[in-house]
């Protein structure tokens, strides 16, 4: 679970902090990507990148902030799809 929405569970009363017992924490996983179109012209994809730039902590649920923004590539998401391997996850038929 992340931690995000860990405390967002907290927050709302839906866990105590005293019946939750962290056993492990893991590297940083990447979240959900923003991504756009392959097709879209090299000029408008670097305005979004450069607006995404721009934006600073905003807010994310009622108790976290989303730190930063930063370019990734399909590889960052190995980690996902090896975890998935590991749990003999078959993503698609989980579509």
């Given at each position: 679970?992340?931690?995000?929405?860990?405390?967002?569970?907290?927050?709302?009363?839906?866990?105590?902090q005293d019946?939750?017992?962290?056993?492990?924490?893991?590297?940083?996983?990447?979240?959900?990507?923003?991504?756009?179109?392959?097709?879209?012209?090299?000029?408008?994809?670097?305005?979004?990148?450069?607006?995404?730039?721009?934006?600073?902590?905003?807010?994310?649920?009622?108790?976290?902030?989303?730190?930063?923004?930063?370019?990734?590539?399909?590889?960052?998401?190995?980690?996902?799809?090896?975890?998935?391997?590991?749990?003999?996850?078959?993503?698609?038929?989980?579509?």
């Amino acid at each position: 679970m992340s931690v995000a929405l860990l405390e967002m569970a907290f927050s709302r009363g839906m866990l105590k902090q005293d019946e939750i017992a962290v056993i492990w924490t893991s590297d940083p996983t990447p979240g959900a990507p923003i991504v756009y179109r392959r097709d879209l012209p090299q000029e408008l994809k670097a305005k979004i990148r450069a607006s995404f730039v721009q934006i600073h902590d905003p807010p994310w649920g009622q108790t976290s902030t989303i730190k930063r923004w930063v370019p990734t590539n399909d590889a960052a998401y190995d980690v996902v799809r090896q975890t998935a391997k590991l749990l003999t996850l078959d993503s698609k038929k989980m579509k």
